[in-house]
């Protein structure tokens, strides 16, 4: 097989990149290893930024959004018995956040790719790539036990945190920067309908909770729990008691009980892998860093990696100038610093950690006084909450 840029994953990176190299003329080829279905289904994130919708309205994506996305201008925090909402929509002169879970996003660029006809090969892992030191990369894989390769210009890793394509750049090249949390998050979807219709965050010394919305009769609720927490150890009756004791606040309506439909453990890391390309190959999204979920920022900040890629690769193909690919990492990286600081920050200041002395405790209940009560504090979270600028 032969194409002009091989993307390995379906993911949300790996899908925009292709509709957006396929906009501009440029070929594709995607692998993917698991099932269509099973990628188009996966529970993932929740919250889309004001760039990201923008984008994909701007693709001719934005229909379903429009009727199944709820736009947000407010968080509520909850912490000390009281609510402490920052409207972010009026701290950011009028930019929003939308509440339009991952698979949804998956699900309109999966269709826009079939439409076009799009080459996606799935159950078909990819096993090796090779020649990125060169100019005629060859991306291996598996199908039905058959090995087959695909020849390229340039190969792009947007294969996720496990994926294989950070692997191909050499030791020697890479550096990684990494954190991990001492807690993580048990996920659940209830048939519930939101007590709110804003995110709400408790931040309570029991430990963090979060009330999110899916539709409006299913609520995404997130509690603290130990990293390798089992599911199975919460019964229903341990978990709505831990979400009303971290969530509900006197006069406000309490969180919403109803049928819990999906339980899940997601383990917390902060991680960083630099350089973000090497020779022909190119890293994207998780395939790039990973950030607690607190922030929503991981498909987010996948979506920011290739959109800088794909003008990157358009200006490669259409004016013959490299500029910008040279420095895809550079940029991607700059951004992706401020992000991590973010996400590292409200993670650390959200979360109670088991053995904090009572000054850590009281510096956490003033970083949240500081960030909701002041104008610069507002404005600080409003405007990464909603999406830092793309250098793209
Ligand atoms: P993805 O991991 O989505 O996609 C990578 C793809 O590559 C996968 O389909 C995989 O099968 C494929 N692949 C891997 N190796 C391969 C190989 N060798 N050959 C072929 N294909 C291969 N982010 C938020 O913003 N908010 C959240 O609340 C949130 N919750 C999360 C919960 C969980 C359990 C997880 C794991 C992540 C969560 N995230 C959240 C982060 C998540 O949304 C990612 O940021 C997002 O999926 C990143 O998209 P991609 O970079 O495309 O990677
Ligand atoms: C989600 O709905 O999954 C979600 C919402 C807000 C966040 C993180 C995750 O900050």
Known sequence: MRTQVGIIGAGPAGLMLAHMLHLEGIESVIIERSKREHVQNRLRAGVLEQGTVEMMRELGLGERIGQLGLEQHRIDFRFGGESHPIDFHEATGGR????????????????????????????????????????????????????????CDFVVGCDGFRG???????????????????????????????????????????????????????????????????????????????????????????????????KGVTAMRSFLFEPMQHGRLFLAGDAAHIVPPTGAKGLNSAMADVKVLARALEQHYQRGSQDLLARYSKTCLKRMWLVQRFSAGLCTMVHSFAGDSSFVRRLQRA????????????LQFSENFTGLPIDA
């Open 96 to 151: 929003s956040a939308w509440v339009y879970p991952q698979h949804e996003v998956v699900k309109d660029l999966m269709a826009a790719r079939t439409a076009a006809g799009a080459q996606m090969l799935f159950e078909t892992p990819v096993t090796a790539i090779e020649g990125i030191d060169g100019t005629r990369p060859v991306v291996r894989f598996e199908k039905d036990g058959v090995a087959g390769e695909l020849h």
């Open 164 to 262: 294989i394509s950070r692997r191909a750049i050499p030791a020697r090249e890479g550096q990684v920067h990494d954190r991990i949390y001492p807690f993580g998050w048990l996920g659940i979807l209830a048939e519930a309908p939101p007590a709110t219709n804003e995110v709400t965050w408790g931040c309570h010394e029991d430990g963090f909770a979060m009330m999110s919305i899916r539709t409006p009769s299913v609520t995404r609720l997130y509690l603290q729990c130990e990293p390798d927490e089992n599911p199975d150890h919460w019964s229903d009756d341990r978990i709505w008691s831990a979400l009303h004791k971290r969530l509900d606040v006197p006069g406000l309506p309490p969180i919403n009980e109803g049928r819990i439909t999906q």
């Open 367 to 378: 970083d949240l006084d500081y960030m909701t009560g002041t104008t610069a504090g507002r």
